[in-house]
Structure formats: C-alpha cells, structure tokens
C-alpha cells in the first residue's frame, strides 16, 4: 500500500521560512517523479513546484518561483520543500503527490498517488 505522509506544516510569521517534508513508503521511490501541490479554503488545488525521478530538474510554480525550492533524498525515499517569505496568502493544506512519469508539468491528473497534506497558517 503506498502512502505519502507530509510532516513540517504550522503556524509561521509572515516573512518566515519553513521546510515541508513528504516520506513515501510502499513504492519505488526512485522511479517515481514528486510534486508539491497547495489548496486554500474554497479555491482549487494548485501546483507549486515538481521534481523529476532522478532529482535532476525541477519545475515551479510562476506564481512562487524564487521562493521555494524542491529537493528529493532517495535514501530516506523523501522529498522536500522549503518556502522563504511566507505571505498570508501560503496559507493552505500542502499536499505531496507521485507520479509514474518521469517528470510532470504540473498537471494534477499526471500524479498517481497524495498524501493527506499537512496545514501551513501563515499570520500577519
């Protein structure tokens, strides 16, 4: 049974930095390429940033590049984001997702399996 389970989420400052951890259990974790996706209350879930299988490219989200930034650690069969700056305008559930492709674009429907997601509240 794969399971992606978030940790690191909070209730941060704005202008505050944070570090979202995601470890996957149940599938090859290599051969899998990683997203980061966030959902606001009421609104769509929206990509933020992606890695490809082998950690050698990423993908970010236009709205928050230059303030994230997605690595993987397949030893630990973990993937991670850390975001700098944080608005109130972060605060969102934050979801990690696999995906069977080698590398995604963004697109929800190119991932196979979500975590639960874990909460990030970021206060003015």
């Known amino acids: 049974q794969v399971q992606l389970v978030e940790s690191g989420g909070g209730l941060v400052q704005a202008g505050d930095s944070l570090r979202l951890s995601c470890r996957a259990s149940g599938l090859t974790f290599g051969s899998y390429a990683m997203g980061w996706f966030r959902q606001a209350p009421g609104m769509e879930r929206e990509f933020v940033a992606s890695i490809s299988w082998t950690g050698g490219s990423t993908y970010y989200a236009k709205s928050m590049a230059g303030r994230v930034t997605i690595s993987r650690d397949d030893a630990k069969n973990s993937v991670y984001l850390q975001i700098s700056s944080l608005k109130p305008g972060d605060t969102a559930d934050y979801y990690c997702?696999?995906?069977?492709?080698?590398?995604?674009?963004?697109?929800?429907?190119?991932?196979?399996?979500w975590g639960q997601g874990t909460q990030v509240t970021v206060s003015s």
């Open positions: 997702a696999a995906s069977s492709k080698t590398m995604t674009a963004g697109g929800v429907h190119e991932y196979d399996y």
